[in-house]
């Protein structure tokens, strides 16, 4: 099995490639965002760490589990104790260039895994790597503005798509809270017309848009869902939108995705006239949690202080 470990900006390359590799890798692919990790996990298990400013404190922790459970790991990170810890465990690693926010070092991050799997023999993406380069100039962000436009009061935006593109529905999640300051959830279809499409029934939401992941070679089930939750939301709340993947391979296809939901976050943080770099939030978290001394904890079970 491979599990990648990581949260956040960091973690995402996990979530995207278990999108990317649903169709082609035969083996258990996994994402662990946390300071455990399932029980499977050990000798036979690729654990691949990203930790871009190597110093998360969750990300460290399952990386000494790893350690202990003689997983087979490779670690990607720009620095900090997980460049450290690598080091002095002869643990290999791809050192990234700093100074970014970690979500904006997702090709970095992303595209070194896909080196790595390379590397290891276990599969090819040079094609479709290419592929996706391609695309980029044929996208058409004007509609993407559009969309933008016509969300930019919306404080609750929801992203709904099918779960092969789970990790890019997060994602897309994800930019909305830490670039435009707003407050998203994501589901998937068509697990949410068993449960979430319920709360249309009633009320009106005046500060939700629905954003509809789509792909046009979707099963038809699937598009039908997208109609049918269209109906039931589009009187419900302030309005629906669409974003389609490019291209044939999976790679581009999540990817293409990526690529326009980020330009709709950097787009809303500028209409709404928000400072998209600033995440103080997430900054006291961490401040808040070294009280704790965790990543000491660890230096001291990995033998590396007395």
Same mark, same amino acid.
């Given at each position: ?32 965002? /946390? ?24 990300? +460290? ?16 990170? #720009? ?16 050192? +990234? ?14 595209? *070194?895994?896909? #080196?790595?799997?390379?590397? !290891?023999?276990?599969? *090819? ?16 962000? %004007? ?6 436009? %016509? ?14 593109? *789970? ?15 707003? +407050?998203?959830?994501?589901? /998937?279809?068509?697990? !949410?017309? =068993? ?19 789509? /792909? ?6 699937? %598009? ?16 629906? =939108? ?6 044939? *391979? ?12 980020? =330009? ?26 070294? #009280? ?15």
């Amino acid at each position: 099995n491979i599990v990648f470990a990581g949260m956040g900006g960091s973690g995402i390359s996990g979530h995207l490639m278990k999108d990317i590799l649903r169709d082609s890798m035969d083996i258990p692919v996994d994402v662990s965002s /946390d300071y455990d990790f399932p029980a499977y996990v050990g000798p036979n298990t690729l654990f691949i760490c990203t930790s871009y400013s190597g110093t998360t404190e969750e990300t +460290l922790t399952q990386f000494a589990e790893a350690v202990k459970r003689k997983c087979n790991i490779f670690s990607i990170t #720009s620095g900090g104790k997980l460049s450290e810890w690598s080091d002095r465990l002869g643990i290999p690693y791809i050192k +990234l260039p700093s100074g970014y926010q970690p979500r904006d070092a997702l090709p970095y991050l992303l595209f *070194s895994v896909t #080196s790595c799997l390379e590397n !290891l023999g276990m599969q *090819s993406f040079s094609s479709d790597e290419q592929e996706f380069l391609g695309i980029i100039p044929t996208v058409d962000l %004007a509609l993407i503005d559009e969309i933008a436009g %016509a969300m930019k009061d919306s404080k609750y935006p929801r992203v709904y798509g099918p779960p092969r593109f *789970s990790g890019v529905l997060r994602r897309t999640a994800s930019q909305l809270a830490e670039n435009s300051k707003m +407050l998203p959830e994501f589901a /998937d279809l068509p697990e !949410l017309n =068993h449960n979430e499409i319920v709360g249309y029934e009633v009320d009106f939401h005046p500060d939700v848009s629905v954003i509809f992941i789509r /792909d046009r070679a979707e099963r038809p089930e699937i %598009a039908r869902r997208v109609q049918i939750t269209r109906e039931i939301a589009q009187n419900k709340v302030k309005g629906t =939108h669409d974003i389609w993947s490019y291209g044939d *391979s999976q790679l581009a296809k999540v990817m293409s995705l990526v690529y326009q939901s980020d =330009h709709l976050s950097f787009r809303l943080a500028e209409i709404r006239g928000v400072n998209r770099e600033q995440v103080k939030t997430i900054d006291k978290v961490k401040q808040d949690l070294r #009280s704790l001394n965790t990543i000491e904890k660890l230096e001291k079970e990995l033998g590396f202080i007395s």
